[in-house]
């Protein structure tokens, strides 16, 4: 298993660009998030999914938007980009509402905007 | 607000010492605890979890210790090795179980000397 996978791996933005950060897993987990993480930080949840088609907010959603399509998929979608969005961006999935505590995280995106 | 802290930004040890980090958190409605490691350009690894109604928990090589009464939480590594070197997080589960993602502390940098 490939487990998390996330591309692209870096990006630069110009101010008001929008991009989508692809997020794939092939374990079958049902729950998937995104979090950020800025420098010296810890992480921060944007956006988690427990299911296709099912989506809600996180600590820190306003600029961002997802979707789920299918089990595999939770792309996360910048309209207009803005430079509060530099970050690294994690995606992670879980398997089950018991074992959330569990994470699996992708190797990352480090986005800039400028 | 509530949130999960750690005492010391960077903590450096000998190869071959035990090492302890700390973590203290204010959310007494947290039913679980974890610790994650990230390496250098990952993403963060699931290490070892606790749950709120126990104060120790073993695994190989590392113990984790929760003390309830002042809301503090450890991960001890036995004989550390050159491969611990990481940024080491504490993070939190709200009760209820559900899909909502964990709240992280901002890290500990561990650098072992050789």
């Known amino acids: 298993n490939a487990g998390v996978t996330q591309t692209p791996k870096f990006r630069i933005l110009k101010i008001g660009q929008s991009m989508t950060l692809q997020c794939t897993q092939d374990?079958?987990?049902?729950?998937m998030y995104w979090y950020r993480q800025d420098p010296g930080m810890g992480l921060k949840l944007i956006y988690y999914?427990?299911?296709?088609?099912?989506?809600d907010k996180g600590e820190v959603p306003n600029g961002y938007n997802v979707s789920r399509s299918t089990t595999e998929d939770f792309p996360l979608r910048l309209e207009l980009a803005a430079p509060s969005q530099t970050s690294v961006y994690f995606c992670?999935?879980?398997?089950?509402?018991?074992?959330?505590?569990?994470?699996?995280f992708g190797p990352g995106t480090r986005l800039t905007v400028l | 607000g509530e949130s999960v802290g750690l005492h010391l930004p960077t903590l450096s040890v000998q190869e071959g010492d035990n090492s302890i980090i700390n973590c203290a958190y204010s959310?007494?409605?947290?039913?679980?605890f974890i610790w994650y490691k990230q390496e250098s350009g990952k993403g963060p690894q699931f290490i070892i979890d606790?749950?709120?109604?126990?104060d120790k928990r073993q695994g190989q090589r590392v113990t984790v210790l929760l003390n309830k009464t002042v809301k503090h939480l450890s991960l001890q590594i036995a004989a550390t090795q050159p491969g611990d070197s990481a940024v080491y997080f504490c993070a939190e589960k709200a009760t209820g179980g559900g899909a909502d993602g964990l709240t992280f502390g901002k890290g500990t940098h561990l650098i072992i000397q050789p």
């Open positions: 959310n007494s409605a947290s039913d679980y």
């Open positions: 999914s427990v299911g296709a088609g099912i989506t």
């Open positions: 374990m079958n987990h049902n729950y």
């Open positions: 992670a999935s879980s398997y089950s509402k018991y074992q959330t505590v569990q994470q699996f």
């Open positions: 606790i749950r709120s109604n126990m």
